[in-house]
Protein backbone atom coordinates (compact mmCIF):
# COMPACT_ATOMS: atom_id res chain seq x y z
CA UNK A 1 0.00 0.00 0.00
CA UNK A 2 1.59 3.55 -1.18
CA UNK A 3 1.80 6.31 1.21
CA UNK A 4 -0.28 9.37 0.54
CA UNK A 5 1.11 12.19 -1.27
CA UNK A 6 2.99 15.18 0.36
CA UNK A 7 0.29 17.43 1.32
CA UNK A 8 0.64 21.15 0.06
CA UNK A 9 -0.75 24.64 1.49
CA UNK A 10 -3.19 24.78 -1.52
CA UNK A 11 -5.92 23.08 0.71
CA UNK A 12 -5.00 24.81 3.99
CA UNK A 13 -2.94 22.27 5.25
CA UNK A 14 0.88 22.07 5.81
CA UNK A 15 3.08 23.48 2.76
CA UNK A 16 4.85 20.80 0.56
CA UNK A 17 8.69 20.88 1.54
CA UNK A 18 10.82 22.03 -1.09
CA UNK A 19 14.38 20.89 0.06
CA UNK A 20 17.92 22.48 -1.15
CA UNK A 21 20.06 19.21 0.10
CA UNK A 22 23.65 19.88 0.77
CA UNK A 23 26.18 17.62 0.23
CA UNK A 24 29.81 17.78 0.80
CA UNK A 25 30.17 14.45 -1.20
CA UNK A 26 27.04 13.42 -3.17
CA UNK A 27 28.29 10.94 -6.28
CA UNK A 28 31.74 11.71 -7.02
CA UNK A 29 33.37 9.17 -4.52
CA UNK A 30 31.43 6.78 -3.66
CA UNK A 31 30.57 5.58 -0.09
CA UNK A 32 27.77 4.50 2.26
CA UNK A 33 26.99 8.31 3.34
CA UNK A 34 26.27 9.28 -0.03
CA UNK A 35 24.42 5.85 -0.94
CA UNK A 36 21.83 6.88 1.74
CA UNK A 37 21.82 10.34 0.74
CA UNK A 38 20.59 9.66 -2.84
CA UNK A 39 17.95 6.73 -1.61
CA UNK A 40 16.93 9.45 0.66
CA UNK A 41 16.86 11.77 -2.55
CA UNK A 42 15.26 9.18 -4.44
CA UNK A 43 12.65 8.76 -2.02
CA UNK A 44 11.70 12.27 -1.69
CA UNK A 45 11.32 12.43 -5.72
CA UNK A 46 9.33 9.29 -6.05
CA UNK A 47 6.77 11.39 -3.03
CA UNK A 48 6.29 14.43 -5.36
CA UNK A 49 8.80 16.39 -3.27
CA UNK A 50 10.67 19.16 -4.69
CA UNK A 51 14.00 18.87 -4.08
CA UNK A 52 17.46 20.41 -5.50
CA UNK A 53 20.86 19.09 -4.47
CA UNK A 54 24.13 21.13 -4.09
CA UNK A 55 27.91 19.80 -3.89
CA UNK A 56 30.84 19.29 -5.59
CA UNK A 57 31.13 17.69 -8.35
CA UNK A 58 33.58 15.86 -11.08
CA UNK A 59 33.41 14.76 -14.61
CA UNK A 60 33.27 11.19 -13.27
CA UNK A 61 31.18 10.45 -10.95
CA UNK A 62 31.36 7.32 -8.85
CA UNK A 63 28.00 6.77 -10.02
CA UNK A 64 24.44 8.73 -11.77
CA UNK A 65 23.18 10.84 -8.76
CA UNK A 66 19.45 10.88 -8.11
CA UNK A 67 18.01 14.30 -8.36
CA UNK A 68 19.06 17.42 -10.23
CA UNK A 69 22.91 18.36 -8.90
CA UNK A 70 24.05 21.76 -9.17
CA UNK A 71 28.41 22.53 -8.62
CA UNK A 72 29.76 23.82 -6.04
CA UNK A 73 33.56 25.14 -6.49
CA UNK A 74 35.60 23.22 -4.38
CA UNK A 75 39.27 22.33 -3.19
CA UNK A 76 40.65 19.01 -2.48
CA UNK A 77 40.75 18.06 0.66
CA UNK A 78 43.83 18.48 2.34
CA UNK A 79 46.30 15.77 4.57
CA UNK A 80 46.20 13.55 1.49
CA UNK A 81 42.54 12.68 1.24
CA UNK A 82 42.26 14.55 -2.25
CA UNK A 83 39.85 12.10 -3.48
CA UNK A 84 37.50 14.25 -1.37
CA UNK A 85 36.59 18.23 -1.99
CA UNK A 86 35.92 21.09 0.20
CA UNK A 87 33.06 23.29 -1.21
CA UNK A 88 34.21 26.78 -0.95
CA UNK A 89 31.09 28.12 1.02
CA UNK A 90 28.39 29.35 -1.26
CA UNK A 91 29.59 31.46 -3.92
CA UNK A 92 27.61 33.21 -5.97
CA UNK A 93 26.53 30.88 -9.27
CA UNK A 94 24.97 28.35 -6.88
CA UNK A 95 23.61 30.77 -4.02
CA UNK A 96 21.54 32.43 -7.26
CA UNK A 97 20.19 29.11 -7.85
CA UNK A 98 19.66 28.41 -4.41
CA UNK A 99 17.38 31.68 -4.16
CA UNK A 100 15.63 31.08 -7.45
CA UNK A 101 14.96 27.43 -5.99
CA UNK A 102 13.27 28.91 -2.91
CA UNK A 103 13.53 26.12 -0.95
CA UNK A 104 11.29 25.80 2.53
CA UNK A 105 13.88 23.34 4.21
CA UNK A 106 17.69 23.52 4.14
CA UNK A 107 19.05 19.77 4.87
CA UNK A 108 23.25 19.45 5.32
CA UNK A 109 24.92 16.23 5.25
CA UNK A 110 28.20 17.20 6.69
CA UNK A 111 30.04 20.08 8.59
CA UNK A 112 32.14 21.76 6.76
CA UNK A 113 32.70 25.03 4.62
CA UNK A 114 29.69 24.23 2.28
CA UNK A 115 27.49 22.85 5.33
CA UNK A 116 28.52 26.02 7.26
CA UNK A 117 27.60 28.01 4.35
CA UNK A 118 23.66 26.80 4.40
CA UNK A 119 22.85 27.10 7.73
CA UNK A 120 24.03 30.36 7.30
CA UNK A 121 22.02 31.29 4.40
CA UNK A 122 19.20 29.19 6.25
CA UNK A 123 19.13 31.47 8.84
CA UNK A 124 19.23 34.49 7.50
CA UNK A 125 15.93 33.54 5.56
CA UNK A 126 14.21 32.72 8.51
CA UNK A 127 14.62 28.72 6.49
CA UNK A 128 14.63 25.44 9.02
CA UNK A 129 16.98 23.69 9.10
CA UNK A 130 17.94 19.69 9.30
CA UNK A 131 21.40 19.02 9.75
CA UNK A 132 22.29 14.58 9.03
CA UNK A 133 24.77 12.59 11.16
CA UNK A 134 26.78 10.48 9.14
CA UNK A 135 30.57 9.44 10.30
CA UNK A 136 31.88 10.47 13.70
CA UNK A 137 34.03 13.11 12.58
CA UNK A 138 35.51 13.58 15.93
CA UNK A 139 37.41 10.14 16.07
CA UNK A 140 39.24 10.85 12.02
CA UNK A 141 42.39 12.92 13.81
CA UNK A 142 43.62 10.20 15.85
CA UNK A 143 44.32 7.68 12.49
CA UNK A 144 46.07 10.81 11.38
CA UNK A 145 48.51 11.61 14.00
CA UNK A 146 45.81 15.10 14.59
CA UNK A 147 44.66 13.63 18.28
CA UNK A 148 45.98 17.51 19.09
CA UNK A 149 42.68 19.07 17.49
CA UNK A 150 39.62 17.48 18.55
CA UNK A 151 38.72 19.50 21.39
CA UNK A 152 38.66 22.31 18.57
CA UNK A 153 37.05 19.87 16.01
CA UNK A 154 34.41 18.69 18.87
CA UNK A 155 33.69 22.71 19.52
CA UNK A 156 32.91 23.28 16.00
CA UNK A 157 30.50 20.19 15.70
CA UNK A 158 28.49 21.51 18.26
CA UNK A 159 28.21 25.11 17.00
CA UNK A 160 27.25 23.61 13.71
CA UNK A 161 24.49 21.00 14.98
CA UNK A 162 22.80 23.57 17.99
CA UNK A 163 22.42 26.20 14.80
CA UNK A 164 20.21 23.15 13.31
CA UNK A 165 16.17 23.04 13.89
CA UNK A 166 16.52 18.87 14.08
CA UNK A 167 19.62 16.82 13.64
CA UNK A 168 19.14 12.93 12.22
CA UNK A 169 21.29 10.11 13.98
CA UNK A 170 20.89 6.80 12.48
CA UNK A 171 20.94 5.10 15.38
CA UNK A 172 20.24 5.59 19.91
CA UNK A 173 23.69 5.38 20.42
CA UNK A 174 24.75 8.71 18.29
CA UNK A 175 21.78 10.30 19.99
CA UNK A 176 24.15 9.63 23.12
CA UNK A 177 27.56 10.70 21.60
CA UNK A 178 25.47 14.12 19.98
CA UNK A 179 24.29 14.73 23.41
CA UNK A 180 27.28 14.42 24.76
CA UNK A 181 29.02 17.05 22.67
CA UNK A 182 26.86 19.36 23.89
CA UNK A 183 24.64 19.68 21.94
CA UNK A 184 20.95 20.85 22.59
CA UNK A 185 19.33 20.69 19.35
CA UNK A 186 16.11 18.06 19.35
CA UNK A 187 17.01 14.46 17.76
CA UNK A 188 15.62 12.41 15.22
CA UNK A 189 16.29 8.76 13.87
CA UNK A 190 16.53 8.32 10.40
CA UNK A 191 18.06 4.99 10.19
CA UNK A 192 19.28 2.81 7.34
CA UNK A 193 18.25 -0.07 5.39
CA UNK A 194 19.24 -2.69 3.40
CA UNK A 195 18.47 -4.11 -0.09
CA UNK A 196 16.98 -7.69 0.86
CA UNK A 197 17.18 -9.18 -2.83
CA UNK A 198 20.81 -7.83 -3.26
CA UNK A 199 22.43 -8.94 0.14
CA UNK A 200 20.68 -12.70 0.84
CA UNK A 201 22.18 -16.13 2.08
CA UNK A 202 21.44 -17.33 -1.45
CA UNK A 203 23.67 -15.29 -3.20
CA UNK A 204 26.80 -17.50 -1.33
CA UNK A 205 29.38 -18.96 -4.16
CA UNK A 206 31.67 -21.09 -3.40
CA UNK A 207 32.83 -21.12 -6.86
CA UNK A 208 33.39 -18.03 -6.75
CA UNK A 209 35.40 -18.23 -3.62
CA UNK A 210 37.46 -20.82 -4.98
CA UNK A 211 38.83 -18.76 -7.97
CA UNK A 212 40.22 -16.30 -4.99
CA UNK A 213 42.06 -19.27 -3.62
CA UNK A 214 40.00 -19.85 -1.17
CA UNK A 215 38.90 -23.39 -0.14
CA UNK A 216 35.56 -24.23 0.96
CA UNK A 217 36.86 -25.59 3.86
CA UNK A 218 38.51 -22.63 5.24
CA UNK A 219 36.98 -19.97 7.08
CA UNK A 220 37.01 -16.85 5.03
CA UNK A 221 37.32 -12.91 7.57
CA UNK A 222 35.58 -10.79 5.91
CA UNK A 223 36.31 -6.71 5.27
CA UNK A 224 33.99 -4.83 3.31
CA UNK A 225 34.50 -1.03 2.68
CA UNK A 226 36.45 1.50 1.76
CA UNK A 227 40.52 1.12 2.66
CA UNK A 228 40.81 4.02 4.75
CA UNK A 229 42.93 3.89 8.03
CA UNK A 230 39.76 5.41 9.87
CA UNK A 231 38.40 2.00 9.19
CA UNK A 232 40.51 0.12 11.91
CA UNK A 233 42.83 -1.35 9.22
CA UNK A 234 45.06 -1.34 11.75
CA UNK A 235 43.54 -2.98 14.09
CA UNK A 236 42.28 -5.89 11.58
CA UNK A 237 45.58 -6.70 10.57
CA UNK A 238 46.99 -7.43 13.99
CA UNK A 239 44.09 -9.18 14.84
CA UNK A 240 44.86 -11.60 12.04
CA UNK A 241 48.62 -11.62 13.22
CA UNK A 242 47.49 -13.01 16.54
CA UNK A 243 45.14 -15.54 14.82
CA UNK A 244 48.09 -16.92 13.02
CA UNK A 245 50.18 -17.35 16.41
CA UNK A 246 47.54 -18.66 17.64
CA UNK A 247 47.06 -21.21 14.76
CA UNK A 248 43.56 -20.20 14.11
CA UNK A 249 43.31 -21.50 10.40
CA UNK A 250 41.35 -18.84 8.05
CA UNK A 251 42.06 -17.00 4.89
CA UNK A 252 40.83 -13.04 4.45
CA UNK A 253 38.83 -12.02 2.04
CA UNK A 254 39.18 -8.48 1.46
CA UNK A 255 36.27 -5.98 -0.73
CA UNK A 256 36.98 -2.49 -1.60
CA UNK A 257 39.24 -0.47 -2.61
CA UNK A 258 40.79 2.91 -1.19
CA UNK A 259 44.09 5.24 -0.72
CA UNK A 260 45.20 2.62 1.76
CA UNK A 261 45.17 -0.19 -0.17
CA UNK A 262 49.13 -0.55 -0.60
CA UNK A 263 49.39 -0.07 3.22
CA UNK A 264 46.98 -2.40 4.51
CA UNK A 265 48.34 -5.43 1.19
CA UNK A 266 51.61 -5.17 3.01
CA UNK A 267 50.19 -5.99 6.32
CA UNK A 268 48.03 -9.13 5.31
CA UNK A 269 50.15 -10.87 2.38
CA UNK A 270 47.80 -13.44 2.84
CA UNK A 271 44.29 -11.62 2.06
CA UNK A 272 42.82 -12.01 -1.02
CA UNK A 273 41.62 -8.85 -2.31
CA UNK A 274 38.59 -8.88 -4.38
CA UNK A 275 38.54 -5.00 -5.09
CA UNK A 276 35.64 -2.65 -5.71
CA UNK A 277 32.56 -4.78 -5.92
CA UNK A 278 28.89 -3.06 -6.90
CA UNK A 279 25.79 -4.71 -7.24
CA UNK A 280 24.41 -8.27 -7.44
CA UNK A 281 28.54 -8.90 -7.53
CA UNK A 282 28.47 -7.34 -3.64
CA UNK A 283 26.25 -9.03 -2.70
CA UNK A 284 27.55 -12.38 -3.45
CA UNK A 285 30.37 -10.95 -2.07
CA UNK A 286 29.25 -10.51 1.50
CA UNK A 287 26.98 -13.73 1.19
CA UNK A 288 30.47 -15.63 0.49
CA UNK A 289 32.16 -14.87 3.95
CA UNK A 290 32.14 -16.78 7.04
CA UNK A 291 31.94 -13.99 8.85
CA UNK A 292 32.57 -9.75 8.74
CA UNK A 293 34.61 -8.33 11.07
CA UNK A 294 34.31 -4.60 11.65
CA UNK A 295 36.96 -2.90 13.66
CA UNK A 296 35.83 0.76 13.19
CA UNK A 297 34.86 3.16 15.74
CA UNK A 298 33.74 5.67 13.40
CA UNK A 299 30.35 4.36 12.07
CA UNK A 300 26.83 6.20 12.78
CA UNK A 301 24.80 3.12 11.54
CA UNK A 302 27.42 0.38 9.98
CA UNK A 303 26.08 -0.30 6.69
CA UNK A 304 28.59 -2.99 6.25
CA UNK A 305 27.78 -5.16 9.17
CA UNK A 306 23.36 -4.45 8.16
CA UNK A 307 24.13 -5.79 4.94
CA UNK A 308 26.59 -8.84 6.28
CA UNK A 309 23.32 -9.61 8.71
CA UNK A 310 20.81 -9.43 5.85
CA UNK A 311 22.98 -11.87 3.83
CA UNK A 312 23.27 -14.31 6.77
CA UNK A 313 27.15 -13.38 7.86
CA UNK A 314 27.73 -12.97 11.47
CA UNK A 315 29.42 -10.40 12.37
CA UNK A 316 32.58 -9.47 14.71
CA UNK A 317 32.73 -6.14 15.72
CA UNK A 318 33.79 -3.10 18.63
CA UNK A 319 31.59 -2.37 20.61
CA UNK A 320 30.81 0.96 19.26
CA UNK A 321 27.99 3.36 17.97
CA UNK A 322 26.26 1.69 15.09
CA UNK A 323 27.12 -1.67 16.25
CA UNK A 324 25.76 -1.84 19.28
CA UNK A 325 22.00 -0.57 18.06
CA UNK A 326 22.48 -3.60 15.16
CA UNK A 327 23.65 -6.18 16.58
CA UNK A 328 22.61 -8.97 19.46
CA UNK A 329 25.93 -9.87 21.27
CA UNK A 330 26.43 -13.82 21.07
CA UNK A 331 23.37 -13.62 19.00
CA UNK A 332 23.52 -12.55 15.59
CA UNK A 333 27.43 -11.94 16.60
CA UNK A 334 29.92 -10.28 18.94
CA UNK A 335 31.09 -7.32 20.06
CA UNK A 336 34.62 -6.67 21.25
CA UNK A 337 35.84 -3.56 23.13
CA UNK A 338 37.66 -1.12 20.50
CA UNK A 339 41.15 -1.40 20.48
CA UNK A 340 41.43 -5.15 22.21
CA UNK A 341 43.67 -7.30 19.27
CA UNK A 342 43.14 -10.69 22.24
CA UNK A 343 39.93 -10.26 22.37
CA UNK A 344 39.21 -9.85 18.76
CA UNK A 345 41.28 -12.73 18.20
CA UNK A 346 39.37 -14.60 20.54
CA UNK A 347 36.07 -14.46 19.48
CA UNK A 348 37.01 -14.97 15.82
CA UNK A 349 38.64 -18.04 17.29
CA UNK A 350 35.24 -19.06 19.33
CA UNK A 351 33.32 -18.83 15.62
CA UNK A 352 36.11 -20.50 13.44
CA UNK A 353 35.94 -23.35 15.78
CA UNK A 354 32.39 -23.71 15.99
CA UNK A 355 30.67 -23.82 12.81
CA UNK A 356 27.04 -24.35 13.75
CA UNK A 357 26.88 -21.55 16.28
CA UNK A 358 28.76 -19.27 13.13
CA UNK A 359 25.87 -20.57 10.94
CA UNK A 360 23.58 -19.97 14.01
CA UNK A 361 24.15 -16.48 14.42
CA UNK A 362 24.05 -15.95 10.67
CA UNK A 363 20.36 -17.52 10.68
CA UNK A 364 19.94 -15.16 13.11
CA UNK A 365 21.21 -12.06 12.06
CA UNK A 366 19.39 -12.37 8.49
CA UNK A 367 16.15 -12.78 10.32
CA UNK A 368 16.91 -9.48 12.35
CA UNK A 369 18.16 -7.47 9.27
CA UNK A 370 14.88 -7.72 8.03
CA UNK A 371 13.79 -4.97 9.96
CA UNK A 372 16.19 -2.59 8.16
CA UNK A 373 13.98 -1.03 5.57
CA UNK A 374 15.07 1.80 3.43
CA UNK A 375 11.30 2.73 2.76
CA UNK A 376 10.85 3.71 6.47
CA UNK A 377 13.97 4.88 7.23
CA UNK A 378 13.52 7.71 4.31
CA UNK A 379 9.85 8.11 5.29
CA UNK A 380 10.75 9.37 8.81
CA UNK A 381 12.74 12.22 7.18
CA UNK A 382 9.85 13.44 5.24
CA UNK A 383 8.04 13.42 8.66
CA UNK A 384 10.52 15.58 10.36
CA UNK A 385 10.14 17.81 7.51
CA UNK A 386 6.47 18.27 7.20
CA UNK A 387 6.66 19.02 11.43
CA UNK A 388 9.04 21.72 11.28
CA UNK A 389 7.35 23.19 8.06
CA UNK A 390 4.02 22.61 10.59
CA UNK A 391 5.93 24.22 13.17
CA UNK A 392 5.78 27.77 11.63
Known amino acids: MSSPPASSAADGGTPSPRVAFFSGNYNYVRDGANQAQNLLVGHLLDRGVAVRVYSPTTPTPAFEARGTVVDVPAIPMPGGRGEYKLGRGLPARPRRDLEAFAPNIVHVSSPEFLGHAAVTWARRHGIPVVSAVHTRF ?11 VQPAIKWILRRFYDRADRVLVPTPSMAEVIRGLGVTTPVSLWGRGVNHRRFHPSARDLAWRRSLGIADDELAIGFLGRLVLEKGLGVFADVLARL ?136 AVLDVYRELLAGR
Open 138 to 148: ETYFEYYGLAV
Open 244 to 379: DAMEIRHRVLIVGKGPARDWFAERVPQAAFAGFQSGDDLGRAVASMDLLFNPSVTETWGQVTSEAMAAGVPVVAARATGAVDLLDDGVTGLLVTPQDIEGYAAAIATLARDPARRRAMGEAAHEHAKSFRWDTANE
